[in-house]
């Protein structure tokens, strides 16, 4: 099969959605498949075993982090593409990438599935907080069901994001197929050398969060739930890993919760073992996102054996189950903090959730349900084939 991806975001930039294009498509090469990615060009490369096309692209305004695909510049690849012999076009976000996709698969006469990633209704109001947030979520359900509605399949992180799209009246054929690990990846980490690496005590009680710094990932929960988790263990310590929009807000909030003592911000860490290192050297992984459609970085932390403390909500729920590696807080700062001193105090139950964290991880590696997805390929280019 020969794949074409389209997407508005790719590596270097860090985030869910490339680290789920990087990881089907690498899983496709090894099965003897192609896969051709159109992505932004930030000024840097990437190193991948399939082929990335870099176009041009601008800042957006409200978020510089991101770019924008300038469509004119395809052309110079008008001969690459024409040649290729496309089966399918994947595409992964629903800007400017998603109508060039819509319109490169009307050209070739190809079918188009979309992953629909992020749960924009509650995205929308932290980056535009001038409109009403009733306004935005109505535009988000629109914006989101004129998209669906175009395209031959939908492939969707979780259930619960799934039963959103529905309700939003979307009715194209759908699938529930998460982002799979790479499980060699995070098999081994050295969380001694992470805690030498930024002077941390090896004996000092330390909560890792690995994820983009944005203000709908609720991170500022963990900061007040951390004040009442130093009432108990005064010389806890919360190490931040990642970048993002709300890397400031979140430094001042720290400060004058008086926290500066008890926070760690260690920036962006590169996957070559720095990010594993981090995950290894927590006692536990905390996480309380309220828009996620799966969460990726609690396989990745359960796979390295580290024990999640975690509220459930939409994707989060569907990998979270008690007896599988976490513990589940409720949407409450108390609740959250009472379950993370009650781990922490304890290295019995430490212990016992991380072995039932690594074997659960096992379930959710990525050549499974990379076939999944090839699976799911092939209903939709038989079923457009036929239609057509």
Known sequence: MNVLMISDVYFPRVNGVSTS????????????HDVTLIAPDYGRETIDPFTVIRMASRYLPLDPEDRMLRWRQLRQYDKQLTSSQFDLVHIHTPFIAHYLGIALARRFNLPVVESYHTF????????????????????????????????????????????????????????????????????HGNGIAFRQRYAIDLDRPLLVHVGRLAFEKNIDFLLKMLCMVKKEI????????????????????????GLSENTCFVGYLSRDGALEDCYCAGDAFVFASRTETQGLVLL????????????????????????????????????????????????????ELSQQARQYAQLWSAPVLAQRLLTFYDQVITAYRTSN
């Open 21 to 32: 294009i990087q990881t089907f498509a690498r899983e496709f090469i090894t099965r003897g």
């Open 120 to 187: 924009f209704e509650q995205y929308l109001n932290h980056y535009v907080p001038l409109i009403p947030a009733a306004w935005l979520r109505w535009i988000a359900r629109r914006f989101s069901r004129t998209q669906c509605n175009t395209v031959n399949g939908l492939i969707v992180p979780s259930q619960a994001m799934l039963d959103v799209l529905r309700d939003y009246r979307i009715e194209t054929h759908a699938a529930v197929i998460p982002t799979g690990i790479e499980l060699n990846q995070f098999g």
């Open 234 to 257: 005064p010389n806890v310590l919360l190490a931040i890993a990642g970048e993002g929009p709300a890397l400031s807000s979140l430094k001042d909030l720290a400060h004058r919760l």
């Open 300 to 351: 990745e932390a359960m796979a390295l054996g580290t024990p999640v403390i975690s509220t459930a909500v939409m994707g989060t729920r569907e990998i979270l189950h008690i007896g599988h590696g976490c513990l589940i807080a409720e949407e409450h700062e108390a609740d959250f903090a009472a379950q993370t001193v009650k781990l922490l105090k304890d290295s019995a139950l430490r212990t």
